[in-house]
């Protein structure tokens, strides 16, 4: 081992020099050399820049798998350089219950075909999920943690290097200070022969004092201008999270569109497999019935319901507002959009779940969940 003696005593040397300077710095008994306002503000906003970047991509992982204990195995797996193992999604290991408990309670009774229905819409909602988190994991996460763990290293590498080297200029512009304070004192006096040597060990060291001030000054500029150059990239670091930030919204807006059609697909085939709602009537029915109802030769008991032929009761008619666009499955249904006004009704032996709704001649089943009741 190359063991130096004169480079350890200079380092510590230094380090010494730098500690003083610090120490009388924070007790206001030393000068210290103040940056522009416009760096100022570079180092500000890199600052912030580091805070909340911190901040975004943690609360994203947060999103993205809220449970903190696979949070921390996912860490360790990254920091171990080893692929981590395909996890199940909540809504993956719902649909596998979902299926198992049809397959027991049988897959031909109603429920058991509702919960393979349901099952099946529950793992295409985990498989979008899944899509979800590696899209963002790559496009959004993985550029801010580049940034923390790359660029930030960079600059706090640098900007500690610029302390360093502000607190030795710092440190010379003290000595020659002093250096300079003490040369003034020893011409005030008396021109004595035995003063002489003396004041030419002052002039030196004051003359050696110069020196090291304009190496440190040199020093600090190099690096400052170095600093200066990592922190105006901060701006590109901008741009660059703003592109990730487009790609992280597209990617949720894309699961949110998935999952809202899986779930309309899959409220349909409910609906369908429900049946169309039968409507039993009698003699007794105060309800008025059409002309076509009347001719019917078909027993009125077993007769289906027809909404284009039933007259609305004279009451029990109401104004309900659509709460989001709804897509009639057939003929049978009445199609909505979001915030549209209709006018309401039920029929007796009708399916709770639904109302007659009708605009203008126009008239359908629609589903109660997409309605709002008015008056």
Request: net charge negative; proline share 5%.
């Amino acid at each position: 081992m190359d063991f130096s003696v004169k480079k350890l005593a200079s380092d510590a040397g230094v380090f010494f020099s730098r500690a003083v300077q610090f120490t009388e710095e924070k007790l206001g008994q030393a000068e210290k050399t103040e940056l522009d306002a416009h760096y100022e503000n570079l180092l500000a906003r890199a600052d912030s820049t580091k805070n909340w970047t911190e901040k975004i991509l943690h609360q994203t992982e947060v999103l993205l798998q809220p449970n903190p204990s696979a949070r921390v195995e996912e860490f360790l797996y990254e920091k171990l350089d080893r692929k981590m193992p395909a996890r199940t999604t909540n809504a993956e290991l719902l649909a596998q219950y979902m299926m198992e408990a049809a397959n027991e309670f049988g897959p031909g009774t109603p429920y058991g075909q509702t919960l393979l229905r349901v099952g099946e819409t529950e793992k295409r909602l985990g498989g979008a999920e899944r899509e979800f988190i590696h899209a963002s994991s790559i496009n959004f996460l993985t550029p801010l943690r580049s940034f923390l763990e790359g660029d930030w290293k960079s600059i706090s590498k640098e900007r500690r290097l610029l302390q360093n080297r502000r607190l030795d200029l710092d440190s010379c512009k003290a000595k020659l200070k002093k250096a300079k304070a003490a040369e003034v004192k020893a011409e005030a006096l008396p021109d004595f022969q035995e003063t002489r040597p003396r004041n030419y060990v002052l002039s030196a060291s004051a003359s050696a004092a110069e020196y090291e001030l304009r190496v440190a000054q040199t020093e600090f500029d190099r690096q400052a201008e170095v600093t200066r150059l990592l922190l105006e990239g901060i701006s590109s670091t901008h741009v660059n999270h703003l592109r990730c930030l487009h790609e992280f919204v597209e990617a949720q807006a894309a699961y949110y569109v998935q999952c809202y059609q899986h779930m309309l697909d899959l409220q349909k085939q409910l609906s369908r497999f429900s049946g169309a709602p039968v409507v039993n009537v009698d003699s007794t029915s105060p309800l008025p019935l059409s002309a076509a109802e009347v001719s019917s030769s078909a027993p009125a008991s077993s007769s289906s319901l027809c909404t284009s032929d039933v007259t609305p009761p004279v009451s029990g008619t109401r104004k309900a507002r659509a709460l989001y666009d709804y897509e009639a499955a057939d003929s049978s249904e009445l199609a909505l959009l979001a915030d549209e006004l209709i006018m309401v009704y039920s029929l007796p032996g009708m399916d709770p779940d639904w109302l007659i709704g009708e605009r203008g001649n126009q008239k359908g089943k629609v589903p109660v969940t997409y309605l709002e009741l008015l008056s």
